[in-house]
């Protein structure tokens, strides 16, 4: 294999025996003329991934093993750790790409000298239900370094506009040397918003970032895969989480030389959307019954007694700003300090998000 690589491809591996095959063979059929390294990292399989990817005797194929399952952000820093390409372009063993992705991604950042650069992708649940994912962009885009920080902004200040394709690891095409120079790494106690946390420590580096509207990215859902929910039972939830994402955020903004009080009030106005994206979420698991009502109300409570006894929070829920599509009591209850009103709240409102996403409202 040359030495000269141009994208090293990163894909985690986890008990996903029968995702392996289709997703090797959907990257040697790429139509791309350069050299690529596609890095897999088993994270601990109880299953035989690892039997099965050493099975392919690729010679651009590299394999590495973590003993303990410890995430995907692990099995990523590691797939970093042994990267050599120019570019590295992260993907989950489940998902596929276009036959040109790489070579419409690599041609546009060469051809611009990007660091950054994503397109629009499908989600996928079954053969009958695929939904098209554009971003609101009318063509391809280029986003200068000034341009980055008001979308940091919009994302901060409204999470709920879906990050504009921005903030996500998967799909997206990015200069090693920047990642390198910056020592930027996944936050391995994170289970879950790992990706944007990476992005918000990778944005604070970057000069540039490009869209692509063309849809290379095939997202698979499976009923059968741990959600954000799920992983939050099974490794523990604290809202020290999202303080600790809260304080990569704070230290991007310091990158651009923003470091002040409205910073600080977008900051916590994410902080306080993400807590109640959670606690929405989590009750709309119990409402359709994907979790107990036992198991639920109990690890809900602990989430709500996390968020009723942090100073910052209670604090930072004063000046929440609450849009159009979210519930004005959620967030009143949290600065009442009352749990059984935000109980109250929360089941309220998850039934008002399931029978709005039944009638196709939301």
């Avoid at 994206?277 to 107990?292: E, F, I, W």
Wanted: aromatic share 12%.
């Amino acid at each position: 294999m040359s030495n000269n690589i141009t994208i090293s491809i990163i894909v985690p591996i986890y008990n996903a025996k029968d995702h392996i095959g289709n997703c090797i063979k959907n990257l040697l059929n790429q139509d791309f003329e350069e050299t690529i390294e596609i890095i897999m990292v088993d994270d601990g399989s109880s299953d035989n991934s690892f039997n099965i990817i050493q099975n392919f005797k690729i010679t651009n194929l590299k394999l590495f093993r973590l003993i303990k399952n410890s995430g995907a952000s692990a099995a990523r820093n590691k797939g970093l750790d042994e990267s050599k390409g120019e570019y590295v372009y992260f993907m989950d063993v489940d998902d596929s790409i276009d036959k040109d992705a790489l070579k419409n991604l690599y041609s546009i950042a060469k051809k611009n000298d990007c660091d950054f650069v994503f397109s629009d992708f499908k989600r996928i649940l079954d053969l009958k239900n695929q939904r098209d994912k554009t971003f609101n962009y009318v063509n391809d885009k280029i986003f200068d370094r000034s341009e980055l920080l008001e979308h940091m902004q919009k994302e901060i200040n409204d999470p709920s506009l879906g990050h504009l394709g921005l903030f996500g690891c998967n799909g997206r095409l990015i200069r090693r040397s920047v990642i390198e120079n910056g020592k930027i790494r996944f936050v391995e106690e994170l289970r879950f918003l790992e990706d944007k946390t990476f992005c918000w420590d990778l944005f604070g580096k970057i000069n540039s970032a490009i869209y692509i509207r063309k849809q290379l990215y095939s997202y698979y859902v499976y009923p059968d895969v741990q959600t954000a929910i799920t992983k939050s039972i099974n490794y523990g939830f604290d809202v020290e989480y999202f303080e600790l994402i809260t304080k990569r955020i704070k230290n991007s903004f310091k990158s651009f030389g923003l470091a002040n009080n409205k910073i600080e009030q977008l900051v916590d106005q994410g902080l306080i959307f993400y807590i109640i994206t959670l606690l929405v979420s989590y009750s709309r698991s119990m409402a359709l019954g994907k979790v107990s009502k036992k198991e639920g109300k109990k690890f809900r409570g602990k989430i709500i007694d996390n968020v009723l006894q942090n100073k910052n929070i209670r604090k930072a829920v004063k000046n929440y700003k609450i849009s159009k599509k979210e519930s004005q009591w959620i967030p009143k209850a949290i600065n009442l300090g009352s749990r059984f009103f935000l109980e109250l709240a929360c089941d309220h409102r998850a039934k008002e998000v399931v029978k709005k996403r039944k009638a196709g409202q939301e």
